[in-house]
């Protein structure tokens, strides 16, 4: 058995921030795999989703989370815990802001990070849409903010400057051995990527509502040695959303069906037999038991 490393580092570095600022663009492109829903649409991470980085002497494991809101029912509430939860049990607190959003936007969010004992590293994604001027500006707020925190300017969607960021975590990481085996790169299963993935594509094809209204939950997946069976059920809340949902003889459920099978087949580098259906459950945001059922509630 090989001796531990006395110099490995390794540590939970958790992502937060409010809803668009781009923490899972900035994430999948830290972990380097595509773990986290990213669409133009608010609270498309419901989830506490971990991605996993190693390397010989670290391991970084990353938690994307839901954007911080107010809560307007059980789901959101149950979000937010997973938000709470992060900020407690972080090594490093990556906060995700941008050079769009107002500031001082959730201001106790801000308030919490001021007394927080770990190290924070403030990101201020989207420069390439900004000025320099701007950018100047928020790096000199943020650091009267948050004068404990080491401040970066970054572009996740053009990977800008995430180099450094990576080696600022690294050097914030605490001594100790690996949390996970290192061939890991998620503490999430194929089922879980497989439901997000079909999340995704309801969110790109549908507009108002409907994709706030919808759960997904995966009844079967079986791992042949050609391909994976998979049969899903997309939940809404009334009858006329899952008219919407199946669309004129079934053409936008099959437009999400194909879309979702051809992502999966990349994500899990083997052919997809998807089944999708589509079932009305009215009270599934707001149900202890439902919300249980699909993993927000524990």
């Known amino acids: 058995m090989e001796a531990q490393n006395k110099n490995h580092r390794a540590g939970f570095v958790n992502i937060i921030g409010n809803p668009n600022v781009g923490k899972s663009t900035l994430m999948n492109a830290l972990v380097g795999e595509k773990l986290s829903i990213v669409t133009a649409k608010a609270q498309t991470t419901r989830h506490r989703i971990m991605g996993i980085v190693n390397g010989e002497d670290y391991q970084i494991v990353y938690s994307d989370t839901p954007g911080i809101l107010k809560p307007n029912y059980r789901l959101q509430q149950s979000m937010m815990n997973f938000v709470d939860t992060a900020i ?5 607190v990556l906060y995700v802001t941008d050079t769009v959003e107002k500031s001082d936007k959730n201001q106790e969010y801000i308030s919490k990070l001021q007394k927080i004992g770990c190290p924070v590293i403030l990101v201020i994604n989207k420069i390439d849409i900004s000025t320099q001027e701007k950018v100047h500006e928020l790096m000199q707020w943020w650091s009267e903010q ?65 994709p706030y209204s919808c759960e997904v939950a995966v009844e079967e ?67 202890k038991k439902e919300l249980r059922r699909f993993g927000y509630e524990y």
């Open 88 to 92: 407690g049990d972080a090594d490093i």
């Open 146 to 210: 948050l004068p404990q925190a080491v401040i970066f300017p970054a572009s996740a969607q053009e990977k800008f400057n995430l180099d450094n960021i990576f080696d600022a975590i690294v050097d914030r990481l605490p001594l100790a051995p690996a949390w996970y085996d290192k061939d890991v790169f998620t503490d999430k299963n194929l089922r879980f990527f497989a439901s997000e993935i079909i999340r995704e594509k309801i969110f790109l094809n549908y507009k108002e509502e409907i």
């Open 221 to 287: 997946f079986k791992e042949g040695a050609e391909r994976y069976d998979i049969s899903a059920v997309i939940y809404v809340m009334r009858d006329s959303q899952k008219g919407i949902i199946i669309g004129k003889g079934g053409q936008s459920l099959k437009k999400v069906g194909t879309q979702a099978r051809i992502d999966m087949e990349d994500f899990f580098q083997k052919k997809v037999f998807l089944k999708l259906f589509v079932k009305v459950d009215a009270d599934w945001r707001e149900s």
